[in-house]
């Protein structure tokens, strides 16, 4: 009895203790700072009077969403993931056999027509000679020359419409807008190509863009803005590794604020915030920069000079 009196007596400070501790433990925890968010903070300009910020690598050309004009099955890919290719370079094929087939229609009806009106000036011809002898009517030569007029009307017509079946054609064959690199791929042989989903917000066939140079996204809070200027020396950090810099060359300030999307996990980061967004270029050369991207960036406000290599 005396033994469980003893027990009593000292285990319940311990338990107490021990309690203690672990709601310690777990308050200190929860008061640490999360490594991804830290990783996601961005660093503090290297420039003595400059601003932080953060970029999202775009193609310099933008976003180049590659539809179609024509519907139908693709036939052809000529293109690879990262392949880069020049103005006017075939990036897919619609089946085109059918436009092939109307094509020749149209040449027949075409030749057709010219036969008719070779006809009918032949005809006229043999009138005007007539004519000048008296030997016709006026309203027979005034026929014939009406005849002539409505055989050359049709010539013109089938050119037209031999001229829509060669542009609807060649529309079968997608090609390169600009220089650039092909980014995405989402589309296969056998698939079919629909004309209506060219639309805003839809995923394009191909993704395509220029590369050379790449552009910089940057978002600078509405508060700071006032301090941004044009023609400063910014440089770009690649998150995580502070070492892979990229020197950054103003392009343009978007005149717009527009309400920020780009999230850096700073748990005192406001939602709500407006940014105007600086337009930088840089060459990428070897480094291992992607687009769609993020990077840390920080421009130096104390200067307005211009960028040197």
């Known amino acids: 009895m005396k033994g469980l009196t003893m027990l009593k007596k000292y285990l319940i400070p311990v338990l107490a203790l021990a309690g203690f501790a672990l709601v310690l433990f777990e308050i200190t925890n929860q008061h640490q700072p999360d490594e991804t968010v830290q990783q996601n903070t961005p660093k503090q300009t290297p420039f003595p009077d400059g601003l932080a910020g953060t970029g999202i690598v775009e193609a310099s050309s933008g976003d180049i969403a590659i539809g179609t004009q024509v519907s139908g099955i693709i036939s052809e890919v000529y293109v690879e993931r990262g392949s880069e290719v020049q103005q006017g370079d075939p990036l897919f094929k619609i089946d085109d056999q059918m436009f092939q087939a109307e094509l020749a229609t149209r040449r027949a009806e075409k030749a057709a027509a010219e036969a008719t009106r070779d006809e ?22 005034r026929k014939r020359l009406y005849t002539t007029k409505h055989a050359e009307a049709e010539v013109a017509r089938a050119t037209a419409t031999e001229k829509a079946a060669e542009v609807t054609l060649q529309r079968a064959t997608i090609r390169a ?30 993704r395509f863009g220029s590369v050379h140079p790449l552009y910089l996204r940057v978002d600078v809070d509405e508060y700071d803005a006032w301090r941004l200027k044009s023609d400063t020396p910014a440089i770009a950090q690649l998150r995580g590794h502070p070492e892979i810099q990229a020197k950054l060359h103003f392009v343009r300030i978007e005149p717009y604020l527009v309400p920020k999307k780009t999230l850096t996990g700073n748990s005192t980061e406001r939602i709500d915030t407006r940014v105007v967004q600086a337009i930088y270029s840089f060459d990428r050369g070897e480094l291992p920069i992607y687009l769609g991207q993020e990077m840390d960036v920080s421009i130096d406000t104390s200067t307005a000079g211009q960028l040197t290599d």
Not at 123 to 136: C, F, N, T, V, Y
Not at 182 to 200: C, K, M, R, W, Y
Request: charged letters at 15%; one cysteine or more.
């Open 120 to 141: 009918a000036n032949y005809e006229l011809g043999l009138a005007e000679a007539l004519h000048a002898k008296s030997i016709i009517s006026d309203e027979d030569y």
């Open 177 to 206: 807008p600009c220089d650039g690199q092909v980014l995405q791929i989402n589309i296969h042989p056998g698939e079919f190509a629909d004309s209506s989903s060219n639309t805003a917000g839809s995923t394009p066939l191909i």
